[in-house]
């Protein structure tokens, strides 16, 4: 599976992006997809994750602004992002767990500032 995520931008406070994960493979075959972030000087941590079996989970510090979906048309994982705050900024980076390995794409950045 190759992963590619895209939609990434400078966006003012209380702004919204969505970001996209396309794969290589059928979105829904992929069990768990998650994304993550990591800021300048910090570890890379979870935002939230999907399985194909609908369920979904958010950090505490991005619940109620940002949701997780899977969309079968584009065959891509989103992350609709909304009320944006600069603590938001971070390289976001999508994941997939497929046959027990740990796939990565290669990030794009979410500068919020104003």
């Known amino acids: 599976v190759q992963l590619q995520a895209f939609g990434g931008g400078l966006v003012q406070p209380g702004g919204s992006l969505r970001l996209s994960c396309a794969a290589s493979k059928d979105i829904f075959s992929i069990n768990f997809m998650a994304w993550y972030r990591q800021a300048p000087g910090k570890q890379r941590e979870l935002v939230a994750f999907s399985t194909n079996s609908g369920m979904t989970h958010y950090v505490d510090s991005v619940k109620g602004r940002f949701t997780i979906s899977r969309d079968a048309a584009g065959n891509t994982m989103d992350l609709q992002m909304n009320s944006l705050k600069p603590e938001d900024t971070a390289k976001y980076y999508c994941?997939?767990?497929?046959?027990?390995?740990?796939?990565w794409g290669q990030g794009t950045l979410v500068t919020v500032s104003s």
């Open positions: 994941n997939a767990q497929y046959d027990g390995t740990p796939i």
